[in-house]
């Protein structure tokens, strides 16, 4: 795709970025047939293609509105359409190029901004989001339906495991997870003893997605380099790899040194630390699958979209399952994201919901027992929606 960038850009790494990327893109089509918001809205400015053109637009100089803001806030980040485009454009990176633009010209309403910064400042503070939490189980009778449906339940969790191990991998616990469901970092660590892996707690904290994908890239720098701080010294002891359990965390670390590359400080230990970081299903298994009992023999199994389109992992669960003797319901497009993405579903409810509601009809359809998916934001979703339990997948594998 031709491009004349306008000059306010033209010379700078966001524009070099730009041209790069769009002149990828062939403009075929094949994005808009794997593209949720596309797939329900049917307008091409709300595809993977319109946004392209958007953006273009204003790389070459056009002034962006309300409306331009609108179709780019509706994109979910799913990325499916990497997954599909022949092209191989990176349109998240060309997105979040063209957010940016938006953010710095077209000012928010006083209410967005107000429950955009609060969120930024509760959900990484462990102790807010705990205050926050204990106050919306108390108050949930008063609040929305579709707030009061992703409350999850006060559960137990029992300590991690203590055996010690020659082999030792840090577990990223997170920001809003370590809060809601801590036993899945809990099942983890049992996950990786089981491999004869000790598995390390640090003082890590949110790993900068919810305010990247706000448009705060100065979130997402601050909340990195204190993860970097707080791994660092495990990696200099020798720790294998940084393992996560919540795909979308998962993805942006993995993406640390490309978003730290010019930090002086932070850039080449953002590098190391990127090149460690893998998915909980990526962990090399050497022990025999644990044993589960007869409570649940078939699941459904939510791949997502981090998972899938961003770390391109795929079918790597589904093997974990199946040799731990699950059965595998299977899942109609199964590609689709669910209408979580991170904060997605508070600002964009009603696509959210119409999302959800296809991929809830698509899990239960084969009747499972469980619902299982890899990412805490999905699996917060789902289950606010969903007829049967709602799980990590490593809590299934790794029961306590």
Not at 42 to 66: C, F, H, S, W
Request: contains cysteine; hydrophobic residues 35%; positive net charge.
């Amino acid at each position: 795709m031709k491009t004349d960038l306008a000059d306010f850009i033209r010379d700078t790494a966001q524009g070099k970025a730009a041209e790069s990327i769009l002149r990828k893109c062939v403009h075929c089509g094949f994005c808009t047939a794997t593209c949720p918001t596309y797939q329900l809205l049917g307008n091409e400015l709300d595809g993977p293609r319109g946004r392209i053109y958007l953006i273009k637009q204003m790389v070459e100089g056009a002034v962006p509105t309300a409306r331009t803001q609108l179709h780019l806030d509706r994109c979910l980040t799913c990325r499916s359409c990497e997954t599909t485009c022949p092209s191989g454009v990176n349109y998240s990176k060309l997105l979040e190029i063209g957010r940016d633009l938006v953010e710095e010209q077209v000012e928010r309403s006083f209410s967005e901004r107000i429950i955009r910064m609060g969120l930024q400042i509760v959900v990484p503070n462990r102790f807010l989001t705990t205050v926050a939490l204990k106050l919306a189980r108390l108050t949930s009778f008063a609040l929305p339906e579709n707030i009061k449906r992703k409350i999850p339940p006060k559960e137990s969790c029992k300590p991690w495991p203590v055996r010690k191990h020659s082999r030792r991998m840090v577990i990223h616990q997170g920001c809003i997870q370590r809060v809601v469901k801590p036993q899945i970092n809990a099942a983890a660590a049992r996950y990786l003893d089981r491999q004869s892996i000790t598995p390390v707690q640090t003082s890590d904290s949110c790993c900068g997605a919810l305010g990247f994908h706000l448009g705060n890239r100065d979130f997402l720098i601050r909340h990195a380099r204190k993860n970097i701080d707080a791994w660092w010294p495990q990696i200099e002891a020798g720790a294998e790899a940084i393992v996560s359990t919540a795909s979308g965390c998962g993805v942006t670390i993995k993406e640390y040194g490309e978003l730290l590359a010019d930090d002086s400080e932070y850039g080449h230990k953002a590098a190391k630390v990127s090149s460690l970081a893998i998915d909980i299903s990526e962990v090399e298994r050497n022990a025999p699958p644990a044993e589960l009992g007869e409570n649940v023999r078939n699941v459904a199994f939510h791949s997502p979209c981090t998972l899938q389109h961003g770390q391109k992992i795929v079918h790597s669960v589904e093997r974990i399952l199946g040799d731990h003797g699950l059965s595998l319901e299977s899942v109609e497009n199964s590609h689709l994201c669910c209408g979580s993405a991170g904060a997605y579903s508070l600002f964009q409810p009603e696509i959210a919901g119409q999302l959800l509601e296809k991929k809830i009809e698509a899990l239960e359809r084969g009747k499972p027992q469980t619902i299982v998916t890899g990412n805490i934001g999905c699996l917060l979703h789902l289950n606010s929606r969903s007829s049967v339990p709602v799980k990590h997948w490593v809590e299934i594998v790794a029961p306590e």
